[in-house]
């Protein structure tokens, strides 16, 4: 039995946007909308089928697209709604036996093959070469009948109306296809890497931003004349990498129809504590609460005296002000909430509004047994090698001045300043 890979894509067009407006989407999005840019940024985040008819597009400076659509209308982000329904579709995905790959809110993938048998049909002949006759139609075909159809039906229940499925032999060739596709009719392209390459040969390097490493190069292709994916794939490699280096190497791969394995994602437990405010809070009181949040994390029987590796936090704006959230990736595993309050309270000050509720979530375990401190004093060896390391951590984030020593010159001068100096400390 063939077993290559056949990639399943879904697509949730605008789903931050959707979540950001919420009850008031057909309202809103019947007129030019736009996420507001990040707290600190300028460019703007997903925008309205109407306003992109003004030419306002996702990405652009929030000065032009105001002087594009001086009626468009800014929505604040909403980054925990869109984490959580996101993680809700997810799961969906998973419950019907797809190990989903997902790096970015919006779009995953999966491999079908696997899950043929699993919805009622056959797997023989059910790889992406095979796609083909499993439609009853050509290499390229919207709409699915047959095993993979019912793999996609199966899918199509989980996921709701508004989502977009293409079916290819590697990713970014189903993420394409997703693209085109209409919210319920998938396209499905057989054939297998071949195929895939001649159905991407006309589409835009646009395409290429679906990959986060390579949102910076469709612009640069642009400059230079390049604007399908056909004619990225014709020119000399050799060129293309003299050029833009490994990621224009890996565009290239992918506009010839090639790509990576799918890296299906790890399901996790959803450990998490939230706590309400009875009114607006920020600063010291939203550091009080933090600590209690930590508190409680470390308390719940879930952690099983496992130690955390990364933590989100979150926290619910006032009212019109969307939501913020923060990834904190501690550089060992801790279980000491003394040790996580400091590294998560500075995080607290990139808030860009008081907070109605704050939520601590784990997104990572470590360890059971974390960095366990000797009962007696530590050897003068393991104190250096640790003040050491601390040191070089100050550096990398504050510069090479980030940790000095004060060495006497000349004790004995009348001068305060010729007295002694600042040298870089040797840890």
Do not use: K, Y
């Not at 909308?33 to 929030?62: K, N, Q």
């Not at 969906?92 to 970015?104: F, K, Q, R, T």
């Not at 230079?224 to 224009?248: H, K, N, P, S, Y």
């Not at 299906?264 to 706590?275: A, I, M």
Request: hydrophobic fraction near 50%.
């Amino acid at each position: 039995m063939n077993s290559s890979p056949l990639i399943v894509a879904v697509l949730m067009p605008r789903l931050a946007l959707t979540v950001a407006v919420g009850d008031r989407r057909e309202a809103l999005l019947a007129q030019p909308v736009a996420l507001a840019p990040e707290p600190g940024g300028l460019r703007l985040g997903e925008v309205s089928a109407p306003a992109e008819a003004f030419g306002v597009r996702a990405g652009m400076a929030l000065g032009e697209a105001l002087s594009r659509c001086p009626a468009l209308t800014l929505v604040p982000p909403d980054p925990v709604g869109v984490a959580e329904r996101w993680e809700g579709i997810l799961l969906g995905l998973e419950s019907i036996g797809a190990a989903v790959e997902s790096d970015v809110p919006g779009i995953a993938c999966f491999d079908a093959h696997g899950l043929l048998r699993l919805h009622g049909g056959d797997a023989a002949d059910a790889s992406a070469e095979g796609v083909a006759g499993l439609l009853g139609e050509g290499p390229v075909g919207a709409g699915a009948v047959g095993p993979i159809g019912a793999v996609l039906a199966a899918a199509r229940r989980v996921l709701g109306a508004s989502a977009r499925l293409g079916v290819a032999a590697t990713r970014f060739g189903a993420v394409a296809a997703a693209s085109r596709a209409r919210a319920r009719r998938p396209l499905v392209i057989g054939g297998g890497e071949a195929e895939c390459r001649r159905f991407l040969a006309p589409l835009s390097v646009d395409l290429l931003a679906s990959r986060d490493e390579l949102a910076g190069l469709p612009d640069s292709f642009a400059r230079l004349g390049i604007g399908t994916l056909g004619e990225l794939a014709a020119l000399d490699r050799a060129a293309v990498a003299d050029r833009f280096g490994a990621l224009g190497i890996l565009a290239q791969r992918l506009a010839c129809g090639l790509d990576l394995p799918l890296r299906p994602r790890t399901p996790g437990e959803l450990v998490r504590e939230t706590l309400d405010l009875f009114e607006a809070a920020d600063g010291p009181q939203l550091e009080r609460v933090l600590g209690v949040l930590v508190d409680r994390l470390l308390a719940r029987r879930e952690r099983r005296g496992r130690s955390l590796r990364a933590v989100v936090v979150s926290a619910a704006l006032i009212e019109g002000g969307g939501s913020w959230n923060q990834r904190v990736t501690f550089r060992e595993a801790l279980s000491d909430p003394s040790r996580m309050r400091l590294a998560l309270s500075p995080r607290l000050a990139l808030m860009p509004a008081p907070a109605t509720s704050l939520t601590l979530a784990v997104e990572r375990f470590g360890p059971a047994a974390g960095d366990q401190r000797t009962l007696l004093e530590d050897p003068a060896e393991a104190r250096a090698a640790r003040l050491g390391e601390a040191v070089r951590q100050a550096r990398a984030v504050a510069g090479p001045e980030a940790a000095l020593r004060i060495l006497a010159v000349d004790p004995d001068s009348r001068l305060p300043e010729r007295r002694s100096v600042l040298t870089p400390f040797e840890g």
